[in-house]
């Protein structure tokens, strides 16, 4: 019985990154720049890999830092460089490249103290809370000498590698519409609870919902036009306070958007849910995507993903299974993280690379923020207009994504 093709392009994706490393290259040194939940993941991928080396670390949260020496003590790995600030270990010469794993509302401030280093930098998702300061960052990494990767690793989970083969074989014709939802628990606890409060976050559609915008725009393969959306807290942190202040993070939204070639993408938020469930339904003049997730946060639990493309004679055409390996999945976020890092040495390399750049992240966060403006305003939101109301103008072409081919 032969291999299912979609199986083949999965086994050929996990071969390139279990493959040794090139003859007579070395690995690279990271640091990194925040310690907390996504920085001791991305600490425990660079191990699990074994392409990169942890040489520096720096967090002036004890605990934190005491997170990031068990995950190393597990790995067995040699003890990095522990800086006492941002500016010693960017100042640190034997680093080949630097993570900022640090609190959203810090992104700005430690990149502006990162890019002094003219370093390749890794830097993670929402690239910014605010549209100045993504639209800053942008500005940056566009003449920026070196590889600036943005922490989009949902690109890689298995089911959205393989609606994204099927859509650049041109599958599904031309496509129409894209529709995204997630269901999942509440957001965990983070240092302070900063996810827990907008000011600090940029919003739960910002903060979390970036992953899916960017896979939209992706599929749409334009800009957004027009938004409208209606969300807010139903559940979640009713009551929790911090510091005095009370939480106000949307736990629920739906979301409609409109881009420039006439594609209509839709996206749906519940955050009270029990287990996770993720979907990506695209329709094209040809026929159905319909990609899908069943996952849990709690332990023991493996992830189960499925795709099917409804075009005649497709060999998807009934769904077929798409999962990693255990030993992948469960590196973080069911192996996507681990590709992401693939990626990301393949870039420091010279080589070409899928990730999200600056420019992706900055597209991602305008209709992320577009999202939670109607949410507040209850209207539709015109995005070229409301870029103009707070003087903003992403339209330059140093900051439109290369991959969104269609845009006007």
């Avoid at 809370?129 to 943005?150: E, F, G, H, K, R």
């Avoid at 599904?172 to 240092?191: C, I, Q, W």
Wanted: proline share 6%; glycine share 6%; charged share 25%.
């Amino acid at each position: 019985m032969s291999t299912h093709p979609y199986q083949v392009v999965i086994d050929d994706n996990v071969r390139d990154i279990q493959a040794p490393m090139p003859a007579g290259s070395t690995k690279p040194r990271f640091g990194f720049i925040g310690t907390g939940m996504m920085g001791c993941e991305h600490i425990h991928v660079t191990l699990s890999l074994g392409r990169a080396e942890i040489a520096a670390i720096h967090d002036p949260h004890q605990p934190s830092l005491d997170l990031a020496n068990w995950v190393l003590d597990k790995h067995d790995a040699p003890q990095p460089t522990i800086h006492e600030s941002i500016d010693t270990l960017c100042a640190d010469e034997s680093l080949d490249a630097i993570f900022i794993c640090t609190p959203n509302f810090t992104h700005r401030e430690v990149f502006d103290r990162v890019i002094v280093s003219g370093k390749p930098i890794f830097l993670e998702k929402p690239m910014a809370t605010t549209l100045d300061d993504a639209i800053y960052i942008a500005n940056v990494a566009s003449s920026y000498p070196s590889v600036i990767q943005l922490g989009m690793q949902y690109r890689y989970k298995a089911q959205y590698l393989l609606a994204q083969t099927a859509l650049e074989a041109g599958d599904l014709g031309e496509v129409k519409t894209v529709s995204m939802s997630e269901y999942r628990p509440p957001f965990l606890g983070k240092v302070d609870e900063w996810n827990k409060f907008t000011a600090y976050s940029g919003g739960t559609l910002v903060e979390k919902c970036c992953h899916y915008f960017d896979l939209i725009n992706r599929v749409a393969q334009s800009t957004p036009k027009r938004v409208f959306a209606s969300g807010g807290q139903a559940v979640n942190f009713l009551d929790f306070e911090h510091n005095d202040k009370r939480s106000d993070i949307d736990d629920h939204a739906l979301v409609i958007v409109e881009y420039d070639n006439g594609v209509r993408g839709q996206f749906a938020l519940n955050m009270f849910s029990e287990e996770l469930y993720e979907e990506l339904v695209v329709g094209g003049s040809r026929g159905r995507l319909h990609a899908w997730e069943n996952a849990s946060f709690k332990p023991g639990k493996p992830s189960s993903a499925r795709i099917k493309v409804e075009v005649p004679d497709h060999p998807a055409y009934e769904a077929t299974a798409c999962d990693y390996p255990e030993s992948i999945e469960r590196t973080g976020h069911y192996g996507s993280t681990m590709f992401e890092h693939d990626r990301f040495i393949s870039a420091l390399r010279g080589e070409s690379s899928d990730a999200a750049t600056a420019s992706e992240g900055l597209w991602a966060i305008i209709t992320a923020w577009m999202a939670q403006r109607s949410i507040e305003t209850r209207e539709v939101v015109d995005v070229r207009q409301a870029l103009v109301d707070v003087n903003c103008d992403p339209f330059q072409p140093h900051l439109m994504p290369e991959s969104l081919a269609n845009r006007k």
